[in-house]
């Protein structure tokens, strides 16, 4: 199976982990956020649980690795949504080593920092495009892109505020549904010290989970559920939460079958979300002329911009240069892997910051979720007229196949505590039924 370019880089930890029942109530296929979250809720609920992993290692699209000796994710990083994003209640109940998000960001124009009028005139931009899309999405019954409610008028700063959008929407704002645009809450976020992967891996620890350990096939048919493992064999159990991502299940070829296939609308539902794309490269940079803890820049002016920049990560000469569909489009399309990824931020920051100030720049990761084949992109992205399918897949099919992750969360979607959340949703569906 091909590798993506991060999957070589171990995780920080592995806690340890409790062996399968043999024949449980509730079969969770995968062991990211939302398997993490409903494990831990099934258990609580006094059901027995298996947890199957694809992967050697847990998290799914959380993974913190070591980098220069300073742990680093190459998954999520921001805990967003503060106040209702389950990780952060639970973070401070655990006394974990959370912190604010720094609100103050970067804004440098042509190799000079933004003047005060034009960090007005930015943030201008930004209220007036988000209160037209939010108006725009209440306003209007017929769901559209989201590109279409951006009010003209904004100049080369309607063209920042799209392209930021476009980057955490995970496609640009062409192809994503403004009806579901409103519904993510990226405000109030905080980051964990050693990571948020690391910390899904703390959640995890004592649960029962084989890693390493592939769900091909999900069979129905007959009473409960049929898990086909490959060479190692089948297991059955009364009820399977399915986590899997979206982009995995989708024909036509899904590493994830059921047989029978899945009733038309749910199979519908799955199919028609889109892959979300977010890359981070990882930069080391001890001399950057970005000062400040933990902060974003937008880099304007100039032929190339990096979509995303998060400065000093954790206070360390770590920074996340962040990859949308445009470049990851044109990497593919060049198949220039990881060091056209290099050769790309290296060409964009020469631009914007100047040859001179790369001197100490080396670039010690860059990931590929689009091509691992676990995750097959970063989220799953709600395309115009594709709204309903988030809470269609919440329903149960044959009161005995629930699905949770990241995708189903309407207000925290493309998240990891959005997923989380879901897993525990789904948790509480499962009790309640099979007791
Ligand atoms: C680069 C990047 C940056 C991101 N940044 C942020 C951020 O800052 N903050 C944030 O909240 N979110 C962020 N996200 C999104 C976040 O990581 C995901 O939304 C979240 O982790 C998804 O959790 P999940 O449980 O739904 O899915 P996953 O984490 O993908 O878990 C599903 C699991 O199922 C396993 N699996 C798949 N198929 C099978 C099978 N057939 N059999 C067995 N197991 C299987 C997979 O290996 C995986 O472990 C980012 C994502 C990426 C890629």
Do not use: C
Not at 33 to 53: K, P, Q
Not at 339 to 368: F, I, K, M, W
Not at 404 to 412: P, T
């Amino acid at each position: 199976m091909p590798r993506a370019a991060h999957e070589h880089l171990s995780p920080t930890s592995i806690p340890p982990l409790a062996a399968l029942p043999a024949e449980p109530d509730v079969a969770v296929i995968g062991a990211g956020a939302a398997g993490i979250g409903a494990a831990r809720r099934l258990l609580a609920r006094g059901l027995s649980v298996a947890v199957l992993e694809a992967r050697p290692r847990l998290g799914g699209r959380t993974v913190t690795t070591a980098l220069r000796g300073h742990p680093v994710d190459l998954g999520a990083h921001w805990l967003h949504a503060g106040p209702i994003n389950p990780l952060v209640s639970l973070g401070f109940a655990r006394g974990e080593p959370l912190r604010r998000a720094a609100q103050e960001s970067h804004l440098w124009i042509g190799r000079r920092p933004g003047r005060p009028a034009e960090e007005l005139a930015f943030g201008r931009a930004w209220s007036v495009a988000d209160r037209a899309m939010t108006d725009g999405a209440r306003l209007n019954g017929e769901d559209r892109p989201a590109a279409t409610a951006l009010p003209p008028g904004l100049g080369p700063w309607g063209r920042r505020v799209a392209l930021v959008h476009g980057l955490v929407s995970g496609r640009p704002l062409t192809e994503v549904s403004l009806h579901d645009f409103p519904s993510m809450e990226y405000g109030d976020n905080f980051f964990i010290a050693g990571g948020y992967g690391a910390y899904l891996a703390r959640l995890a620890a004592g649960l029962p989970v084989a890693l390493d350990t592939p769900v091909a096939a999900l069979d129905w048919a007959g009473e409960g559920v049929r898990l086909d493992l490959g060479s190692r064999g089948t297991l059955r159990a009364r009820a399977a939460l399915v986590t899997a991502p979206m982009m995995v299940m989708q024909e036509p070829a899904p590493a994830l079958r059921f047989a029978p296939d899945l009733p038309v609308p749910f199979r519908a539902a799955i199919d028609g979300f889109r892959t979300g794309i977010y890359e981070h490269v990882v930069l080391h940079w001890p001399s950057s002329p970005f000062r400040g803890r933990d902060r974003l820049a937008s880099l304007i002016g100039g032929r190339l911009q990096p979509p995303g920049l998060l400065t000093r990560v954790d206070g360390t000469p770590f920074h996340y240069f962040e990859l949308d569909v445009p470049l990851a489009a044109r990497l593919d399309a060049a198949r220039a892997g990881a060091d056209g990824a290099r050769r790309l931020v290296r060409e964009t920051l020469a631009e914007q910051v100047g040859r001179g100030s790369l001197r100490d720049l080396a670039v010690p990761a860059v990931t590929e979720w689009r091509h691992d084949p676990w995750s097959r992109g970063s989220w799953a992205v709600v395309p115009p007229g594709h709204t309903k399918a988030r809470d269609l897949l919440k329903e149960v099919i044959a009161e005995r196949i629930w699905f949770a992750g990241e995708a189903l969360s309407r207000e925290q979607w493309g998240t990891a505590g959005g997923a989380f959340a879901e897993g525990e949703r789904a948790a509480e569906a499962i009790a309640s039924q099979l007791r």
